[in-house]
């Protein structure tokens, strides 16, 4: 279990996004706040008799600008200090039970006020680790002003009241600074966190050491190693790429691959597919890689042809099938650490992306659908 704080306008929620993509279940402490306002609770009741009632609308609702007035006001600290008397057990008690209820699997627990409630080290029980994210003052100050549609004197006043980057980090097994960072970076490190995490756990789902089979140039068996030797050290290994084409529009399912991919993270890829093991044939990789990937019934996937392909950071035997469906992509049920997303394209129009640039398309999936295009066309790959 994570626990994951970080002031107002660091990044956390993009944070618990990323993480919700690679298979975490998200506990949003912020969501449980919401409720606790909401017309009809006693939680709002007493925050009502508390602060009076010009702090609702029209309809009965929490003005939150009101609130915020108040429970803000610099010369008067006590007014937040108040509030939170009032709300944070009744987050805390939701939290509680979303833990309590949670059975398998990772568990994020997203809570700004983790540190300030009480919820940090004093519950060892709830977390494993307290990832920390931070940015600087003037940078939380920009990002709330244009994101809340706040003046400078208003989002000023919502940083400040709350604990320092200091004061949080002190907690921090893992600090995140995203002041200069790109969602494409954040994303990128927020992967390589999280496959460091199930490593220092030993959390079953992680494939650095699945023993993958090693072949010679003619494609010969000749021993196996873990897969992650097999990418640091380039060996010639096996490996599927399965053209999942649409029955009727003849376009392809194009993926987005996950950023946690050891191998060209957040490319497109034509195909579907992976590495061969040692336990397993082609067919069998395929078969497995189809449903694992995309939940699809592998029944009626055909071969088409076998290929070599090689670039400075893959040597590979691979095998290409072909497998047809009507299913829509929001029908696809996409394994989180392998599919970002799926789009659907037509050949020309990747043959089209990967000629645009570099680093868009994997090159071995690019190759793929050269030698594709050619078995289509009546080429010489049978």
Same mark, same amino acid.
């Given at each position: 279990?994570?626990?994951?704080?970080?002031?107002?306008?660091?990044?956390?929620?993009?944070?618990?996004?990323?993480?919700?993509?690679?298979?975490?279940?998200?506990?949003?402490?912020?969501?449980?706040?919401?409720?606790?306002?909401?017309?009809?609770?006693?939680?709002?009741?007493?925050?009502?008799?508390?602060?009076?009632?010009?702090?609702?609308?029209?309809?009965?609702?929490?003005?939150?600008?009101?609130?915020?007035?108040?429970?803000?006001?610099?010369?008067?600290?006590?007014?937040?200090?108040?509030?939170?008397?009032?709300?944070?057990?009744?987050?805390?008690?939701?939290?509680?039970?979303?833990?309590?209820?949670?059975?398998?699997?990772?568990?994020?627990?997203?809570?700004?006020?983790?540190?300030?409630?009480?919820?940090?080290?004093?519950?060892?029980?709830?977390?494993?680790?307290?990832?920390?994210?931070?940015?600087?003052?003037?940078?939380?100050?920009?990002?709330?002003?244009?994101?809340?549609?706040?003046?400078?004197?208003?989002?000023?006043?919502?940083?400040?009241?709350?604990?320092?980057?200091?004061?949080?980090?002190?907690?921090?097994?893992?600090?995140?600074? %995203?002041?200069?960072? #790109?969602?494409?970076?954040?994303? *990128? /490190?927020?992967?390589? =966190?999280?496959? +460091?995490?199930?490593?220092?756990?030993?959390?079953?789902?992680?494939?650095?050491?699945?023993?993958?089979?090693?072949?010679?140039?003619?494609?010969?068996?000749?021993?196996?190693?873990?897969?992650?030797?097999?990418?640091?050290?380039?060996?010639?290994?096996?490996?599927?790429?399965?053209?999942?084409?649409?029955?009727?529009?003849?376009?392809?399912?194009?993926?987005?691959?996950?950023?946690?991919?050891?191998?060209?993270?957040?490319?497109?890829?034509?195909?579907?597919?992976?590495?061969? %093991?040692?336990?397993? #044939?082609?067919?069998?990789?395929? *078969? /497995?890689?189809?449903? =694992?990937?995309? +939940?699809?019934?592998?029944?009626?996937?055909?071969?088409?042809?076998?290929?070599?392909?090689?670039?400075?950071?893959?040597?590979?035997?691979?095998?290409?099938?072909?497998?047809?469906?009507?299913?829509?992509?929001?029908?696809?049920?996409?394994?989180?650490?392998?599919?970002?997303?799926?789009?659907?394209?037509?050949?020309?129009?990747?043959?089209?992306?990967?000629?645009?640039?570099?680093?868009?398309?994997?090159?071995?999936?690019?190759?793929?659908?050269?030698?594709?295009?050619?078995?289509?066309?009546?080429?010489?790959?049978?």
């Amino acid at each position: 279990m994570i626990g994951l704080t970080g002031g107002i306008a660091s990044g956390k929620s993009t944070i618990a996004r990323t993480l919700q993509s690679y298979g975490a279940t998200i506990v949003d402490a912020d969501k449980f706040g919401h409720q606790a306002y909401e017309p009809g609770t006693a939680c709002l009741n007493e925050v009502v008799a508390t602060f009076g009632e010009h702090i609702l609308d029209a309809s009965g609702s929490i003005d939150r600008r009101a609130l915020g007035n108040i429970v803000f006001d610099p010369e008067q600290p006590q007014n937040l200090k108040t509030l939170n008397k009032i709300v944070w057990p009744y987050i805390k008690s939701k939290i509680c039970e979303a833990v309590e209820n949670h059975t398998d699997g990772i568990l994020v627990v997203e809570a700004a006020v983790m540190i300030e409630a009480g919820w940090a080290k004093t519950q060892p029980s709830w977390y494993d680790e307290l990832w920390v994210s931070w940015v600087d003052e003037q940078t939380a100050q920009s990002r709330l002003m244009s994101r809340n549609n706040l003046t400078a004197e208003d989002a000023l006043k919502r940083i400040q009241a709350q604990i320092s980057n200091e004061e949080r980090l002190q907690y921090a097994d893992l600090s995140i600074e %995203t002041k200069f960072v #790109s969602l494409i970076d954040l994303e *990128r /490190r927020i992967a390589t =966190e999280w496959k +460091g995490m199930l490593q220092r756990y030993g959390i079953s789902g992680l494939t650095a050491n699945e023993r993958v089979l090693l072949v010679d140039e003619l494609n010969e068996p000749i021993g196996n190693a873990p897969r992650d030797q097999v990418r640091a050290e380039n060996l010639r290994h096996r490996a599927t790429y399965i053209f999942v084409r649409h029955k009727k529009t003849k376009q392809l399912y194009v993926q987005e691959r996950s950023m946690l991919k050891d191998y060209c993270p957040g490319y497109f890829d034509p195909v579907t597919g992976g590495v061969v %093991t040692v336990s397993e #044939s082609y067919e069998e990789n395929a *078969r /497995r890689e189809l449903e =694992e990937e995309l +939940g699809l019934d592998p029944t009626g996937i055909r071969h088409l042809f076998t290929f070599y392909h090689e670039d400075p950071r893959a040597k590979v035997w691979g095998d290409a099938w072909l497998y047809e469906t009507d299913v829509s992509v929001k029908e696809l049920k996409l394994q989180p650490e392998e599919v970002q997303s799926i789009s659907l394209m037509t050949v020309d129009e990747i043959m089209a992306l990967g000629e645009k640039s570099d680093g868009v398309i994997t090159p071995d999936g690019l190759s793929a659908i050269k030698y594709y295009q050619s078995h289509m066309n009546g080429g010489f790959f049978k």
